[in-house]
């Protein structure tokens, strides 16, 4: 199933003037939202940012306005140009019974989807915040071991003469410390606020591997078996810390739901044009009529401490901004697959 909701009236088609800072925030916005189809964004300036952002999302650019507002599909003219002459100019051209929102009331609605795109990025980082809360036991033991052997290592240097095995025991040290610094280095980069947008080729393979190493800090793999079926090369272009988030965040659910262990089995497919990852455990399963309710934020059915609910809305929404699609299957008592499709390209 698509974890989209489903439509009861026809969308409404909106016309966007302008592709700057404005025109694309609310490009980003409104093309996510199935009740609006956007029929097309025009403006001025060909090098508008907004302009090659509506290609990639194969959203019409139009290069005379007044083609815009001549089509006869739109109901809606957004305008934020900022041009003081353009609220005149749509008075006149625009047909009767369409719609323009211009001047303050279209800067009100601008003002709304930035506060809404920076509470988003504020949602993701404060729902992986919360998990890494929960990697305190793990990281604490993963520490304390190699933080035991550099102890008992110096405490026989204190009293050993040999010089070659002083020499032997400062490497074992040297790589113990290494070994700790590692840790903090995945977990600082996890926790780090991504970057909005920061795009990369990103090798999904590898990323499963680093989610699996940050994942076992969240969750006891206790009685787990883990099993890889990858694809070779499998790249997609994308977020590379947002795709780690999504994929740590599928990984706990998947451990989670398989209290008295299990197989999780982690399988990445090269398609013809999109790269599928699945995640499947052998857990409780989920029944069906919840498959909608579980990517709504704040529905869980963990014990505080342990869910916040915001994982799979958060990964749904990371997905879509990547175009990119979810889907699960599941049956209750038999485990759960989740999964995801990226396009292998850019769209163009
Ligand atoms: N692999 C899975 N197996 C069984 N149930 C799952 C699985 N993944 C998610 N769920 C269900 O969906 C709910 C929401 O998941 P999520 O949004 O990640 O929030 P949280 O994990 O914080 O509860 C979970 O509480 C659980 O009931
Ligand atoms: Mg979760």
């Given at each position: ?19 700057g800072?404005g ?5 980003d ?27 990639d ?34 008075r ?57 052997l550099?102890?008992?290592l ?12 002083v ?43 680093d ?32 795709l ?14 398989m ?31 919840l ?55 850019t769209?163009?």
């Open positions: 199933m698509r974890a989209t909701r489903p439509l009861h009236t026809p969308p409404t088609k909106v016309a966007i003037l302008g592709a800072r025109g694309t925030a609310l490009l916005l409104l093309h996510q939202i199935p009740a609006i189809d956007i029929v097309g964004i025009s403006d001025r300036d060909p090098r508008a940012p907004g302009l090659q952002r509506a290609r999302l194969h959203i019409p650019v139009v290069d005379q306005i007044d083609d815009l507002l001549q089509n006869h599909h739109t109901q809606l003219v957004l305008d934020v140009t900022g041009d003081p002459t353009m609220d005149q100019r749509l006149r051209e625009v047909r009767s019974g369409v719609d323009v929102l211009s001047g303050s009331a279209s800067r009100v609605v601008w003002e709304l989807v930035q506060h809404e795109s920076a509470l988003q990025a504020e949602l993701l980082h404060a729902e992986k915040l919360a998990g890494i809360g929960s990697f305190a036991a793990g990281i604490a033991h993963d520490i304390n071991n190699p933080l035991q550099i102890l008992g110096a405490e026989n240097l204190a009293e050993e003469t040999d010089l070659h095995t020499h032997e025991q400062a490497r074992e040290i040297i790589d113990a410390v290494k070994r700790t610094t590692a840790i903090c280095r995945d977990l600082t980069s996890y926790a780090r606020r991504s970057a909005a947008h920061q795009q990369s080729l990103v090798d999904v393979n590898t990323k499963l591997d989610a699996l190493k940050i994942a076992r800090y969240a969750v006891a793999f206790q009685d787990i078996e883990v099993v890889k079926l990858y694809a070779p090369d499998a790249t997609i272009p994308g977020n590379p810390d947002e780690l988030h999504v994929f740590v965040n599928l990984i706990t659910n998947a451990v989670q739901a209290e008295r262990g299990g197989t999780l089995t982690l399988r990445t497919m090269i398609q013809e044009t999109v790269v599928s990852v699945q995640v499947s455990d052998t857990g409780c399963g989920i029944p069906p009529d498959f909608n309710e579980i990517f709504e934020p704040f529905f869980t059915t963990k014990p505080p401490g342990k869910g916040t609910g915001l994982g799979l809305y958060n990964i749904k929404h990371v997905i879509h901004q990547m175009h990119g699609t979810i889907a699960v299957t599941s049956d209750v008592g038999v485990g759960s697959t989740f999964t995801i499709a990226l396009p292998r390209t769209p163009v």
